[in-house]
């Protein structure tokens, strides 16, 4: 449509432009005329007398193309007039002196024409022999007009606008043509790249999409997508991860469950039995409901922020208040609990989700700690932040695989001989928790078993 819009737009204007370029070239001549007339025109005494011969003037007698012209000296006096114009005349008017005049009119054989009209004083004449002689007033302005059809001019124009037409139209069309191919064949890449799209599939990501390096235009295209597909690739193997982790750590407990329920309905027993039966199911059940719990919140702070409520936070009584629960724990494995809290800090910051943060670090410290180790908790100010580091010996991870910790269902032990006690989704929420405080969390396992957890918190 745009280029239909400006190939009409650009035939217009050549059509105006010539137009008027004709239209002067016709005035200008009828111009001229009227001027040579004015020359040929001349009064001596009381009369008018035009003077030419009729080679040079002819076009005011021939039968085809008819020139008229007629001389005034008022609406009703004629002086002169062509022999073309036989009985008829020409409309009358008069514009300003030496000036001229022009107007659309209706010639006497009803053709339509130009007129031009000039009022003027005519020169004083001489002696010489004078071919046509009328009576006027000495020095009275007179009016000549001169008639000229315009049908040559009109089929001129006429042809000129069926032949823009014609050539506009067909410059349109194969402007859309040329356009609709050009189209074609550019999108031609595109149409390949969505057809690579379709045959993708969810057990297909690990597809990579690939286009001809000379489209260079579509490789930003194509990389941003094969990003996104790598995304999708890796969101996938972790919801199948997820899938299949849950249900390991689910089937433990439930198995668990089962067997201690069928030992005990397979016959009558005391009191105490019972007691001692329901109290493991309890504790599995317990077990079952922390990690329930776990991944409620991880799929919440996942799904979308939750709200943070700050109020003024004392990290050592904090770290205190979540060793408590866990000290007897700690001495029964005989660990060497050291704390290196130097000083009182205060933090603004969610006092629940730190607490939760400190049980699951603090607890990972108690379990994995190998019997009679060492358990360091420090807290400490820098740069600003604050900094909490719990260390405990016993680890036997590489470096590589204490980045992991955060994972989830991650757990050392390759071989998960603590499932259904420990499901290592502790570290995993713990670190959404502490990015949802605007902080950030560390693992790292040093030489000779020293595993580190550390903490750091914007202190605002």
């Known amino acids: 449509m745009s280029t239909a819009g400006v190939l009409s737009v650009a035939g217009i204007a050549i059509y105006v432009l010539v137009r008027a370029s004709l239209w002067a070239e016709f005035d200008g001549a009828m111009a001229d005329k009227a001027r040579t007339m004015t020359a040929m025109v001349e009064q001596d005494e009381d009369d008018i007398e035009l003077e030419f011969k009729e080679p040079v003037m002819s076009e005011f007698d021939r039968t085809e193309r008819l020139e008229h012209y007629q001389i005034w000296r008022s609406s009703d006096q004629v002086l002169l007039r062509s022999p073309s114009l036989q009985t008829g005349d020409l409309p009358y008017w008069t514009g ?10 209706i010639l006497p054989n009803g053709r339509p024409g130009r007129l031009v009209s000039l ?4 020169q004083p004449g001489h002696e010489d022999e004078r071919p046509q002689r009328t009576a006027v007033s000495p020095n009275a302005p007179i009016t000549l007009i001169i008639g000229r059809e315009t049908t040559a001019l009109d089929r001129t124009l006429s042809r000129l606008r069926t032949l823009l037409v014609t050539v506009g139209v067909l410059a349109a069309a194969l402007s859309a043509a040329v356009l609709r191919w050009t189209v074609y064949r550019g999108l031609s890449p595109l149409r390949a790249l969505a057809g690579q ?15 001809p390096r000379s489209m260079t235009e579509l490789m930003p295209v194509v990389f941003r997508l094969n990003g996104l597909l790598e995304r999708l690739d890796a969101a996938f193997a972790r919801e199948r991860a997820f899938t299949a982790d849950a249900a390991h750590e689910l089937r433990t407990p439930l198995a668990g469950l089962l ?21 493991k199911c ?5 077990q079952m409901r922390t990690m329930v719990d776990n991944l409620l919140w991880l799929a919440r702070l996942e799904a979308a922020p939750a709200p943070v409520e700050r109020h003024a936070v004392c990290v050592e009584e904090l770290l205190l208040e979540c060793w408590e629960p866990l000290a007897v724990r700690a001495s029964e494995r005989q660990l060497h609990v050291t704390w290196q809290c130097r000083e009182s800090t205060v933090l603004s910051t969610d006092r ?7 049980v699951n670090v603090l607890e990972n410290a108690v379990t994995y700690t190998n019997t009679g180790g060492q358990v360091t908790i420090e807290s400490l100010s820098q740069n600003g932040a604050v900094l909490v580091r719990i260390t405990n010996t016993g680890s036997e991870l590489s470096q590589e695989e204490a980045e992991q910790a ?22 995993s929420l713990s670190q959404r928790i502490v990015a949802l ?11 000779g078993g020293v595993f580190t957890i550390q903490l750091t918190l914007p202190d605002n």
Do not use: C, M, N
């Open 197 to 211: 799209i379709e045959e993708i599939d969810e057990q297909d990501l690990g597809v990579r999409l690939d286009v």
């Open 96 to 105: 300003p002196l030496d000036t001229l005049v022009y107007r659309e009119a």
């Open 282 to 286: 309890l504790s599995i059940a317990r």
């Open 259 to 279: 067997s201690i329920l069928e030992v005990t309905i397979t016959r009558t027993r005391d009191i105490a039995a019972y007691q001692k039966a329901i109290g």
């Open 119 to 122: 009022t003027y004083r005519p």
């Open 437 to 447: 405080l605007g902080g950030s969390i560390q693992a790292e396992s040093q030489a």
């Open 406 to 427: 955060f994972a989830r269902f991650w757990r050392g032990d390759s071989a998960r001989k603590d499932t259904g006690q420990h499901y290592g989704l502790g570290l």
């Open 352 to 358: 629940d989700k730190l607490r939760h943060v400190f």
